[in-house]
């Protein structure tokens, strides 16, 4: 499956924008989905995770209660709500799949490890301004 992700930007500290990772095919309903960040120097990371069916979710207590994780099985796409953005937000922002949890619903249903991500997009880039 391939991803593409879209609706980075540039905006200003406490702004929200709202992140896609449309799938090429319907392959992408069967599994977890994660999006990561990465900024320069820096390791990639996690972000947000849910399970295939969209219903259970993870997020690290650096982003809890900002960003919201979605998933539209019906359209192949992923999204990422973010809300109350700062500056430490900035980075590039990857979706990914685990098909190692296909068709697994409920908690732990969804990797909180880069390493078993299988297929990924290419980012996009979100800037934060103070």
């Known amino acids: 499956v391939q991803l593409v992700e879209s609706g980075g930007g540039l905006v200003q500290a406490g702004d929200s924008l709202r992140l896609s990772c449309a799938a090429s095919?319907?392959?992408?309903?069967?599994?977890?989905l994660g999006w990561f960040r990465q900024a320069p120097g820096k390791e990639r990371e996690l972000v947000a995770a849910?399970?295939?069916?969209?219903?259970?979710?993870y997020y690290p207590d650096n982003v809890k209660g900002r960003f919201t994780i979605s998933k539209d099985n019906a359209k192949n796409t992923g999204y990422l709500q973010m809300n109350r953005l700062n500056v430490e937000d900035t980075a590039v922002y990857y979706c990914a799949v685990d098909k190692s949890r296909r068709y697994c619903a409920g908690y732990g249903c969804y990797s909180l490890d880069v390493l078993e991500y299988d297929y990924w997009g290419q980012g996009t880039q979100v800037t934060v301004s103070s």
């Open positions: 849910v399970d295939w069916s969209g219903t259970s979710t």
């Open positions: 095919d319907s392959s992408f309903n069967m599994y977890a």
